[in-house]
């Protein structure tokens, strides 16, 4: 695909052991949704399952909705909340 457009995925702390890497490159489809995306994600990432529900997704470094919809060249950063003792 000569003219794919992309987006950037960051990967931290435990979501990164998870997947192996801290970024990587994704296809953007057309119209796809944070929620649509995370679909996506753990199908690429099976062990990323038992988190799905505490997964929280920034992209430009804002919190967005899972209705959000992801656009070309966005940096889009995934984490599960961390809590300090």
Same mark, same amino acid.
């Given at each position: 695909?000569?003219?794919?457009?992309?987006?950037?995925?960051?990967?931290?702390?435990?979501?990164?052991? $998870?997947?192996?890497?801290?970024?990587?490159?994704? &296809?953007? *489809?057309?119209? %796809?949704? =944070? +929620?649509?995306?995370?679909?996506? $994600?753990?199908?690429?990432?099976?062990?990323?399952? &038992?988190? *799905?529900?505490? %997964?929280? =997704? +920034?992209?430009?470094?804002?919190?967005?909705?899972?209705?959000?919809?992801?656009?070309?060249?966005? *940096?889009?950063?995934?984490?599960?909340?961390?809590?300090?003792?």
């Amino acid at each position: 695909m000569s003219n794919s457009t992309t987006f950037t995925v960051l990967y931290f702390a435990r979501v990164a052991e $998870l997947t192996g890497q801290r970024s990587e490159q994704w &296809s953007l *489809e057309p119209d %796809l949704s =944070v +929620a649509q995306w995370l679909t996506q $994600l753990i199908a690429r990432y099976p062990d990323l399952a &038992s988190a *799905e529900s505490r %997964l929280k =997704v +920034a992209v430009n470094q804002f919190y967005v909705p899972r209705t959000h919809t992801i656009q070309a060249n966005d *940096e889009v950063a995934v984490f599960e909340p961390v809590t300090g003792g």
